[in-house]
Nanobody
């Protein structure tokens, strides 16, 4: 099993930047693609960004150009930096990981069903 723990959420202002972290523990050797999803009140969970073990990256249009995903495989940690935050970025952000070590994420990274493990989520609130 793999456990995922997010950190870095909080209350920020419009146009601020935010850095989220997700640290994996347990059987981390199996982890392939890691991703971030978010869920705003009253809305469905949506894809934000993802990164494969080989560092192929994928971004939702809503954050493209404002977000950067990265990972440190040695530390089993993934990072998300979002710049120029908007009120519509307000959501609970969830970290996710799959067990496909060699996956590039191509064609699957955007889908929540691709992922085997989920964190508890961290709240991000963007105040205007």
């Amino acid at each position: 099993q793999v456990q995922l723990a997010e950190s870095g959420g909080g209350l920020v202002q419009v146009d601020d930047s935010l850095k989220l972290s997700c640290t994996a523990s347990g059987l981390t050797f199996s982890i392939g693609v890691m991703g971030w999803f978010r869920q705003a009140p009253g809305k469905e969970r949506e894809f934000v960004t993802a990164i494969s073990r080989g560092r192929n990256t994928y971004y939702a249009d809503s954050v493209k150009g404002r977000a950067t995903i990265s990972r440190d495989n040695a530390k089993n940690t993934m990072y998300l930096v979002i710049n120029s935050l908007k009120p519509e970025d307000t959501a609970v952000y969830y970290c996710a990981a799959d067990r496909q070590y060699y996956s590039s994420g191509n064609g699957v990274a955007h889908f929540a069903t691709n992922y085997d493990y989920w964190g508890q989520g961290t709240q991000v609130t963007v105040s205007s």
